[in-house]
């Protein structure tokens, strides 16, 4: 019993949460003792890169890879056990990213700058978008991407295609300056295609614009709400009326068209008058017809988010977020690696968005957004210590986000 009641000699570490046995102490003298340990830190981590770059010339000089994850496991283990149990916890994850600090000095020793920190040294900085550049889009005139083009380029030149990959065409094959497609919905989400064109294209993106989405009743002047009897609308648009469609007559049913535009063209071009299209009021404008009902999508704040998209990288003076795709190695803390290393760097990430890689189970890619771009100090870091971290690292620009 009375063994069993025996508490054991205090470690160092279990006074945590105690008082000191000498009372409390002040801040000043335990900052100043701080201050001692972490230059005493420095020093030694200092040293130990110095020998980790030992290590990455031996490594070269005989062709060995730089990680070895045998070794960091072992040395993992080795230094938690030295620990005293209240700390061992805190082990594992420093001295993960010691090591991981150490392999990424000793990829720069050995490689040089990442193809990425030398890539981005050379994309010219400062220029600004030409004001009526030659612009593709897909749809017809008055579909949100056309609207888009405007409110990026107010003397735009377009040119109308039918789909996402052939805006892309144009621009790689350089018979316009630039191509602008959807990126993200707010109801919606992401649209990944559109990230899948950018990054097999190798297209950038020079400048984003938000829309706000008003979806519109539009019908033949002479037509009442009463009359309507079939609604003409891109799918996600009907999608996103849903409920203002099921509030008309029982009767009414839905037609789905290859966008809004094509649904107003379609209403114009009709005899009938009981047929109506939910689209833009720029449409209501170009195709002669009438509002009969304005904002008519039940959720009242749809936006969607176009890029502009460049076969060369252009980072305008006032570009201030930068898009990445990045594959990271099927392992624990990948992602935890690369944000910390973010974090550190003191840069705002703006989109963090995960979507499973295709025909890999479980796997998947990231797509993110900072707020940093190149020039500055911490983006030129990034773009050294990212790209050791992935299995693949795909830089979709630098750019200014507008909004209407
Ligand atoms: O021991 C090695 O091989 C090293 O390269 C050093 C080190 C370390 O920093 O401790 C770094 C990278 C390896 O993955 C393992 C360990």
Same mark, same amino acid.
């Given at each position: 019993?009375?063994?069993?009641?025996?508490?054991?000699?205090?470690?160092?570490?279990?006074?945590?949460?105690?008082?000191?046995?000498?009372?409390?102490?002040?801040? #000043?003298? #335990?900052?100043?003792?701080?201050?001692?340990?972490?230059?005493?830190?420095?020093?030694? /981590?200092?040293?130990?890169?110095?020998?980790?770059?030992? *290590?990455?010339?031996?490594?070269?000089?005989?062709?060995?890879?730089?990680?070895?994850?045998?070794?960091?496991?072992?040395?993992?283990?080795?230094?938690?056990?030295?620990?005293?149990?209240?700390?061992?916890? &805190?082990?594992?994850?420093? /001295?993960? $990213?010691?090591?991981?600090?150490?392999?990424?000095?000793? +990829?720069?020793?050995?490689?040089?700058?990442?193809?990425?920190?030398?890539?981005?040294? +050379?994309?010219?900085?400062?220029?600004?978008?030409?004001?009526?550049?030659?612009?593709?889009?897909?749809?017809?005139?008055?579909?949100?991407?056309?609207?888009?083009?405007?409110?990026?380029?107010?003397?735009?030149?377009?040119?109308?295609?039918?789909?996402?990959?052939?805006?892309?065409? @144009?621009?790689?094959?350089?018979?316009?300056?630039?191509?602008? @497609?959807?990126?993200?919905?707010?109801?919606?989400?992401?649209?990944?295609?559109?990230?899948?064109?950018?990054?097999?294209?190798?297209?950038?993106?020079?400048?984003?614009?938000?829309?706000?989405?008003?979806?519109?009743?539009?019908?033949?002047?002479?037509?009442?709400?009463?009359?309507?009897?079939?609604?003409?609308? +891109?799918?996600?648009?009907?999608?996103?009326?849903?409920?203002?469609?099921?509030? $008309?007559?029982?009767?009414?049913?839905?037609?789905?068209?290859?966008?809004?535009?094509?649904?107003?063209?379609?209403?114009?071009?009709?005899?009938?008058?009981?047929?109506?299209?939910?689209? #833009?009021?720029?449409?209501?404008?170009?195709?002669?017809?009438? *509002?009969?009902?304005?904002?008519?999508?039940?959720?009242?704040?749809?936006?969607?988010? &176009?890029?502009?998209? #460049?076969?060369?990288?252009? *980072?305008?003076?006032?570009?201030?977020?930068?898009? &990445?795709?990045?594959? $990271?190695?099927?392992?624990?803390?990948?992602?935890?690696?690369?944000?910390?290393?973010?974090?550190?760097?003191?840069?705002?990430? *703006?989109?963090?968005?995960?979507?499973?890689?295709?025909?890999?189970?479980?796997? &998947?890619?990231?797509?993110?957004?900072?707020?940093?771009?190149?020039?500055?100090?911490?983006?030129?870091?990034?773009?050294?210590?990212?790209?050791?971290?992935?299995?693949?690292?795909?830089?979709?620009?630098?750019?200014?986000?507008?909004?209407?």
């Amino acid at each position: 019993m009375s063994e069993a009641r025996t508490t054991p000699a205090p470690s160092a570490a279990s006074t945590c949460g105690k008082v000191p046995a000498g009372g409390i102490v002040e801040l #000043s003298e #335990s900052r100043a003792k701080i201050d001692a340990i972490d230059r005493e830190i420095v020093r030694l /981590f200092e040293e130990r890169m110095r020998v980790s770059h030992d *290590v990455a010339c031996y490594k070269r000089a005989t062709g060995k890879p730089v990680l070895d994850p045998v070794r960091e496991a072992q040395k993992i283990a080795a230094a938690t056990s030295l620990a005293d149990d209240d700390f061992k916890q &805190f082990i594992p994850p420093l /001295f993960g $990213l010691i090591m991981e600090m150490s392999r990424t000095y000793q +990829h720069h020793s050995i490689d040089g700058p990442t193809s990425l920190s030398d890539f981005v040294a +050379h994309i010219s900085k400062g220029a600004t978008l030409p004001e009526s550049p030659k612009v593709a889009c897909q749809g017809v005139a008055g579909a949100y991407s056309h609207i888009a083009s405007k409110t990026l380029f107010s003397q735009a030149k377009i040119e109308f295609v039918s789909t996402w990959p052939e805006v892309c065409d @144009l621009v790689e094959q350089e018979e316009v300056e630039f191509g602008v @497609l959807p990126l993200e919905n707010s109801t919606a989400g992401t649209v990944d295609r559109v990230y899948d064109l950018l990054s097999t294209r190798g297209l950038y993106i020079v400048k984003a614009v938000t829309l706000r989405i008003d979806h519109n009743l539009l019908a033949k002047p002479g037509c009442l709400l009463k009359d309507v009897r079939e609604v003409f609308s +891109h799918e996600q648009a009907l999608r996103q009326c849903d409920e203002f469609i099921s509030s $008309l007559s029982s009767e009414v049913h839905a037609t789905v068209c290859k966008n809004t535009a094509l649904a107003a063209q379609a209403v114009a071009a009709s005899e009938r008058f009981d047929v109506a299209a939910i689209s #833009s009021k720029e449409c209501a404008e170009i195709y002669g017809l009438d *509002v009969l009902r304005e904002s008519v999508q039940d959720e009242r704040n749809n936006f969607t988010r &176009f890029v502009c998209v #460049s076969n060369r990288p252009f *980072v305008s003076s006032d570009a201030d977020r930068s898009s &990445f795709l990045l594959v $990271l190695p099927h392992e624990p803390g990948s992602l935890y690696r690369v944000l910390s290393r973010i974090a550190a760097l003191g840069v705002n990430m *703006v989109k963090l968005e995960s979507r499973p890689i295709p025909g890999r189970e479980f796997e &998947f890619m990231f797509y993110v957004d900072v707020e940093s771009v190149p020039g500055d100090a911490a983006f030129d870091q990034l773009a050294m210590q990212i790209p050791p971290l992935c299995d693949r690292c795909c830089y979709l620009g630098s750019y200014a986000e507008i909004s209407r």
